[in-house]
């Protein structure tokens, strides 16, 4: 049940046009921030007729040969009506099969055949295909495309390396090959002839924004182009002396059309004896490669290089064997990109990096992190960035690491962060040891999972066996960065802090102890080979065989890894999944578990009783130690009401027993009735019919995960469920840097979140929410005051955000919700106009937009599930249910008959979680 299968919500974006189709020069459109002032005025005539990206989302499920597509909502109409070029632009898996890992694409045909990447490829063609098919119902007089089709014959040299995508190439209306692919008259020559008249439009890295092409900080008007004066010190190898611009989002951004700052290049030839070096002077290669394509087709334009009355490929080709000649020349020009991926894949902004630039052997363009010698010292704060106009200038990046720290690695890994501020972020700057800053300018798809985030490969061929540490520093466009560094203090609990400011620390060791446990393995029991090994095991493995076992026979006090800063992880066996190894835990008085060690329990399935007494937790730990859960199935072992007796054993209780934090990555909680309180991370997991909180307690981060069928209503205990909780540690002074990302909860009888207490707090992020709340007053409650609040691409269909609070810092954006929920407060009491952002909020129950930059009124939603107590059998414009009469209810699992929430019964008609689909227009 991995949360990779899920169909998305992806909310409705506004799009710039990055370049003109058939247009003699570049334009970029004028940034648009607002400080609660009219946003909706914005000026769109500037995209109409060109190219206007449309995020399609693909989730790698280990179930399915071919990804999951989600496409973002094309039913903007200011977006579309006119004569533009839609660009499915596909983020989360490679188009082609050659694009998968090594090992991605070894274990597919050992699942599906030798035959698996032809299914793989002509299955996506099929995948997207209907996605263009959609649009061309809906737009008609929109033109469709997909970035990166078709391949260029210089990135397959088999002459048939369109074939297993010719049903997707016959339905598109532009190509928009890969500039990077498009080297040479011969390229064009094959794409022409397969277009039969259909216009080419080769795209670069910058040409479609992630963003899709909206500027969102501020003072850019007069200053989007500047000198980066600070290159030098983030290690940049320019020579100091080009001026770039970059773009709210980190990218590179060049104005053309004039304006302060601007450069007019013109669209006359009148200067036919400049010399190709002249007319680039200045330029660097992906300013030059922007400039061409921007007009390509054109006649009479100075970017007819090669003077035979048209820009085309020629002209780009000159372009492109310019700059390599310099990188040859000249050592100091590796600036303008040279050897890099120049259609933007190398993981930066080719040139600003100062680092691997990604053109390493690393996959996908992840760069990689090369160790230095050590770290001398702190890392020092940087000072505030960007403007201080801006609204967000005094507000902190808030960021946190999203990978497993302290755990043994005897192989290269991935180590990500996810950071987010209410101007966006600028870059993410990591350092290994002490070592040169590998810089990620825009989050990029995790290989394994698909997931998008900053993302860097440790490479552990230059390590000594040992502890290592991984700082980051993160940069804001306008604000505070905030630096990752250093550790818990001793004796301190980690719950008393949770705010994810640390370094990432691993432990290196290319050969741990590995040892077998169970029938024909070296030991009988998990503390059999604690006892027999001790410290040799402290950063070690035990691999369990096909059973069921129990953790721990006794107490295990001599087994103390944690005060060495190690992990011993406790696995199901090489070639063995979940459902072949099962643990049992801790069952009270006269049972074991470990004291003062740290463990990771890894893919197995934990089976929890229903204790008579006592609400001890099957993963039980005491002292200064460390839990890391990952790839674990927990399920109740009563079918029936497991998912609402408050007795069923909870599988861990992290404030309680894990000192040093509790760390989940990839579980499936499924028929128990809460999840993991106090945890450091929960990411990429799924909680599947529940009756309590699913993070209570204060957690650090809950990112990319699901809850399905949350219902309190019919459980046998009358405790509160909430998605999150940050309403209790009244002791820690400032609750800050909290980050609750992609999360959808369906068939939700939930309250969304509750803040309140005595607490300081700050840095909170609730970034692309979907939320299908059977009741429309499960709100997400703000009853404390903050400092710097993020709310952006949320869809609470029938909820709402309470504000009852003052909020220093903001930004709302690209959000829905059912009311402005806000007592008798005007906007003023909750939010400081000047500290700002507000940008496209709707809302479905107001009579009255209730400040600038909102709207009212219905909204049509894409695939919607029926209204509470209605079935539906999907011929009404709804979803269906399960069942479609009250007379068909059998089990709590497809749907609840009489259910009391708030004095008033209904029934719950639920619905398949998969075929919700969010995505909203007016």
Same mark, same amino acid.
């Given at each position: 049940?991995?949360?990779?299968?899920?169909?998305?919500?992806?909310?409705?974006?506004?799009?710039?046009?990055?370049?003109?189709?058939?247009?003699? *020069?570049?334009?970029?459109?004028?940034?648009?921030?607002?400080?609660?002032?009219?946003?909706?005025?914005?000026?769109?005539?500037?995209?109409?007729?060109?190219?206007?990206?449309?995020?399609?989302?693909?989730?790698?499920?280990?179930?399915?040969?071919?990804?999951?597509?989600?496409?973002?909502?094309?039913?903007?109409? *200011?977006?579309?009506?006119?004569?533009?070029?839609?660009?499915?632009?596909?983020?989360?898996?490679?188009?082609?099969?050659?694009?998968?890992?090594?090992?991605?694409?070894? #274990?597919?045909?050992?699942?599906?055949?030798?035959?698996?990447?032809?299914? %793989?490829?002509?299955?996506?063609?099929?995948?997207?295909?209907?996605?263009?098919?959609?649009?061309?119902?809906?737009?008609?007089?929109?033109?469709?495309?997909?970035?990166?089709?078709?391949?260029?014959?210089?990135?397959?040299? #088999?002459?048939?390396?369109?074939?297993?995508?010719?049903?997707?190439?016959? *339905?598109?209306?532009?190509?928009?090959?890969?500039?990077?692919?498009?080297?040479?008259?011969?390229?064009?020559?094959?794409?022409?002839?397969?277009?039969?008249?259909?216009?080419?439009?080769?795209?670069?890295?910058?040409?479609?924004?992630?963003?899709?092409?909206?500027?969102?900080?501020?003072?850019?008007?007069?200053?989007?182009?500047?000198?980066?004066?600070?290159?030098?010190?983030?290690?940049?190898?320019?020579?100091?002396?080009?001026?770039?611009?970059?773009?709210?989002?980190?990218?590179?951004?060049?104005? /053309?059309?004039?304006?302060?700052?601007?450069?007019?290049?013109?669209?006359?030839?009148?200067?036919?004896?400049?010399?190709?070096?002249?007319?680039?002077? +200045?330029?660097?290669?992906?300013?030059?490669?922007?400039?061409?394509?921007?007009?390509?087709?054109?006649?009479?334009?100075?970017?007819?290089?090669?003077?035979?009355?048209?820009?085309?490929?020629?002209?780009?080709?000159?372009?492109?064997?310019? %700059?390599?000649?310099?990188?040859?020349?000249?050592?100091?020009?590796?600036?303008?990109?040279?050897?890099?991926?120049?259609?933007?894949? #190398?993981?930066?902004?080719?040139?600003?990096?100062?680092?691997?630039?990604?053109?390493?052997?690393?996959?996908?363009?992840?760069?990689?992190?090369?160790?230095?010698?050590?770290?001398?010292?702190?890392?020092?704060?940087?000072?505030?960035?960007?403007?201080?106009?801006?609204?967000?200038?005094?507000? =902190?990046?808030?960021?946190?690491?999203?990978?497993?720290? %302290?755990?043994?690695?005897?192989?290269?890994?991935? $180590?990500?962060?996810?950071?987010?501020?209410?101007?966006?972020?600028?870059?993410?700057?990591?350092?290994?040891?002490?070592?040169?800053?590998?810089?990620?300018?825009?989050?990029?798809?995790?290989?394994?999972?698909?997931?998008?985030?900053?993302?860097?490969?440790?490479?552990?061929?230059?390590?000594?066996?040992?502890?290592?540490?991984?700082?980051?520093?993160?940069?804001?466009?306008?604000?505070?960065?905030?630096?990752?560094?250093?550790?818990?203090?001793?004796?301190?609990?980690?719950?008393?802090?949770?705010?994810?400011?640390?370094?990432?620390?691993? +432990?290196?060791?290319?050969?741990?102890?590995?040892?077998?446990?169970?029938?024909?393995? =070296?030991?009988?029991?998990?503390?059999?080979?604690? +006892?027999?090994?001790?410290?040799?095991?402290?950063?070690?493995?035990?691999?369990?065989?096909?059973?069921?076992?129990?953790?721990?026979?006794?107490?295990?006090?001599?087994?103390?890894?944690?005060?060495?800063?190690?992990?011993?992880?406790?696995?199901?066996?090489?070639?063995?999944?979940?459902?072949?190894?099962?643990?049992?835990?801790?069952?009270?008085?006269?049972?074991?578990?470990?004291?003062?060690?740290?463990?990771?329990?890894?893919? $197995?399935?934990?089976?929890?009783?229903? /204790?008579?007494?006592?609400?001890?937790?099957?993963?039980?730990?005491?002292?200064?130690?460390?839990?890391?859960?990952?790839?674990?199935?927990?399920?109740?072992?009563?079918? $029936?009401?497991?998912?609402?007796?408050?007795?069923?054993?909870?599988?861990?209780?992290?404030?309680?027993?894990?000192?040093?934090?509790?760390?989940?990555?990839? !579980?499936?909680?499924?028929?128990?009735?809460?999840?993991?309180?106090?945890?450091?991370?929960?990411?990429?997991?799924?909680?599947?019919?529940?009756?309590?909180?699913?993070?209570?307690?204060?957690?650090?981060?809950?990112?990319? !995960?699901?809850?399905?069928?949350?219902?309190?209503?019919?459980?046998?205990?009358?405790?509160?469920?909430?998605?999150?909780?940050?309403?209790?540690?009244?002791?820690?002074?400032?609750?800050?840097?909290?980050?609750?990302?992609?999360?959808?909860?369906?068939?939700?009888?939930?309250?969304?979140?509750?803040?309140?207490?005595?607490?300081?707090?700050?840095?909170?992020?609730?970034?692309?929410?979907?939320?299908?709340?059977?009741?429309?007053?499960?709100?997400?409650?703000?009853?404390?005051?903050? #400092?710097?609040?993020?709310?952006?691409? !949320?869809?609470?269909? +029938?909820?709402?955000?309470?504000?009852?609070?003052?909020?220093?810092?903001?930004?709302?954006?690209?959000?829905?919700?059912?009311?402005?929920?806000?007592?008798?407060?005007?906007?003023?009491?909750?939010?400081?106009?000047?500290?700002?952002?507000?940008?496209?909020?709707?809302?479905?129950?107001?009579?009255?937009?209730?400040?600038?930059?909102?709207?009212?009124?219905?909204?049509?939603?894409?695939?919607?599930?029926?209204?509470?107590?209605?079935?539906?059998?999907?011929?009404?414009?709804?979803?269906?249910?399960?069942?479609?009469?009250? $007379?068909?209810?059998?089990?709590?699992?497809?749907?609840?008959?009489? !259910?009391?929430?708030?004095?008033?019964?209904?029934?719950?008609? %639920?619905?398949?979680?998969?075929?919700?689909?969010?995505?909203?227009?007016?």
């Amino acid at each position: 049940m991995r949360h990779m299968t899920r169909r998305s919500k992806f909310t409705l974006i506004a799009s710039a046009t990055i370049f003109g189709l058939g247009a003699p *020069s570049l334009a970029v459109a004028p940034a648009q921030t607002v400080t609660p002032s009219r946003i909706s005025d914005r000026a769109d005539d500037s995209r109409h007729s060109g190219i206007v990206p449309i995020r399609v989302t693909a989730r790698i499920s280990d179930d399915e040969l071919v990804p999951t597509l989600a496409a973002a909502s094309t039913h903007d109409e *200011s977006m579309t009506s006119r004569n533009a070029v839609l660009a499915l632009t596909v983020q989360g898996a490679p188009l082609s099969f050659d694009g998968l890992t090594r090992k991605r694409q070894d #274990d597919l045909r050992s699942r599906y055949g030798k035959d698996a990447g032809q299914r %793989y490829e002509t299955g996506f063609a099929l995948r997207l295909k209907n996605i263009v098919d959609r649009i061309h119902a809906d737009h008609p007089t929109c033109r469709v495309g997909v970035t990166g089709m078709p391949f260029s014959p210089t990135t397959r040299q #088999d002459s048939s390396f369109n074939t297993n995508y010719a049903a997707l190439i016959e *339905s598109v209306d532009v190509f928009l090959p890969r500039a990077s692919d498009v080297r040479s008259d011969a390229a064009m020559q094959t794409l022409s002839t397969t277009a039969g008249g259909r216009q080419i439009v080769p795209i670069t890295g910058n040409s479609l924004n992630s963003r899709s092409g909206r500027n969102r900080a501020d003072a850019r008007d007069a200053r989007q182009v500047e000198v980066r004066a600070d290159r030098d010190s983030r290690g940049s190898k320019a020579s100091g002396q080009r001026a770039e611009s970059r773009s709210a989002s980190g990218r590179r951004s060049i104005s /053309l059309a004039g304006g302060v700052g601007s450069r007019d290049l013109g669209t006359t030839n009148d200067s036919d004896e400049i010399s190709l070096s002249e007319r680039l002077e +200045n330029l660097d290669q992906e300013e030059a490669m922007a400039a061409v394509i921007a007009a390509w087709g054109s006649w009479d334009s100075i970017w007819d290089l090669n003077g035979d009355g048209i820009v085309d490929g020629a002209d780009l080709t000159l372009v492109l064997g310019f %700059y390599s000649e310099g990188d040859d020349n000249d050592d100091n020009a590796n600036d303008g990109g040279g050897n890099g991926d120049i259609d933007g894949d #190398d993981g930066g902004d080719n040139g600003d990096n100062g680092d691997n630039g990604g053109d390493d052997g690393s996959v996908d363009g992840i760069q990689n992190l090369i160790s230095g010698s050590g770290f001398n010292g702190s890392t020092h704060q940087p000072g505030n960035t960007g403007s201080s106009a801006s609204p967000g200038y005094g507000a =902190q990046a808030i960021a946190r690491w999203t990978e497993l720290p %302290y755990i043994t690695r005897d192989q290269d890994f991935y $180590v990500t962060v996810s950071a987010y501020h209410m101007t966006d972020i600028d870059r993410v700057e990591f350092m290994l040891n002490g070592g040169d800053p590998v810089v990620c300018s825009e989050v990029r798809p995790h290989p394994d999972t698909g997931y998008a985030e900053y993302i860097v490969n440790v490479d552990v061929s230059g390590l000594a066996v040992g502890l290592h540490e991984i700082r980051a520093i993160i940069y804001p466009n306008h604000g505070k960065p905030r630096v990752l560094q250093g550790r818990t203090p001793e004796g301190v609990s980690v719950h008393q802090i949770n705010n994810g400011t640390e370094s990432f620390w691993f +432990n290196y060791d290319p050969n741990p102890t590995t040892v077998h446990v169970g029938p024909n393995g =070296q030991y009988d029991s998990i503390s059999d080979a604690i +006892n027999a090994l001790g410290e040799q095991l402290y950063g070690g493995r035990i691999y369990l065989s096909e059973g069921t076992h129990h953790l721990f026979d006794d107490y295990n006090t001599s087994f103390r890894n944690t005060e060495e800063d190690k992990v011993l992880t406790i696995s199901s066996a090489p070639g063995l999944s979940t459902s072949h190894v099962f643990i049992t835990g801790y069952a009270g008085n006269g049972d074991g578990y470990l004291r003062n060690g740290s463990i990771h329990v890894r893919n $197995v399935s934990a089976l929890s009783p229903t /204790l008579a007494s006592g609400h001890h937790s099957l993963i039980k730990g005491g002292g200064a130690n460390r839990l890391f859960i990952e790839g674990v199935m927990n399920t109740s072992l009563d079918p $029936v009401m497991g998912w609402g007796d408050l007795s069923v054993q909870r599988l861990a209780n992290a404030i309680g027993e894990w000192e040093k934090g509790c760390w989940v990555l990839g !579980c499936d909680f499924i028929n128990v009735p809460k999840g993991i309180k106090g945890i450091m991370l929960a990411k990429n997991c799924t909680y599947t019919r529940m009756s309590a909180d699913a993070f209570g307690s204060g957690p650090g981060a809950a990112i990319n !995960c699901w809850l399905d069928m949350g219902d309190p209503a019919n459980a046998n205990h009358q405790q509160h469920a909430d998605i999150f909780q940050l309403s209790v540690l009244n002791s820690v002074p400032v609750i800050e840097n909290r980050i609750f990302a992609d999360i959808t909860s369906t068939n939700s009888s939930f309250q969304i979140g509750h803040i309140t207490g005595n607490n300081a707090l700050k840095d909170l992020a609730f970034v692309r929410w979907t939320v299908d709340s059977m009741y429309g007053s499960s709100s997400m409650n703000f009853f404390r005051d903050m #400092d710097h609040v993020v709310v952006d691409q !949320c869809v609470f269909r +029938n909820s709402s955000i309470s504000w009852n609070s003052r909020i220093t810092h903001a930004l709302v954006r690209d959000t829905l919700m059912r009311k402005f929920a806000s007592g008798d407060s005007d906007f003023d009491d909750i939010f400081v106009p000047s500290k700002t952002i507000i940008d496209n909020v709707h809302f479905t129950g107001q009579s009255n937009p209730p400040f600038a930059g909102s709207t009212v009124g219905p909204v049509h939603f894409a695939a919607p599930s029926p209204p509470l107590g209605v079935p539906s059998n999907g011929t009404d414009g709804y979803i269906p249910t399960h069942v479609m009469t009250d $007379v068909e209810f059998e089990t709590q699992y497809i749907g609840n008959a009489d !259910c009391e929430k708030r004095g008033q019964i209904n029934d719950h008609f %639920y619905y398949d979680k998969s075929l919700l689909d969010l995505r909203w227009w007016r």
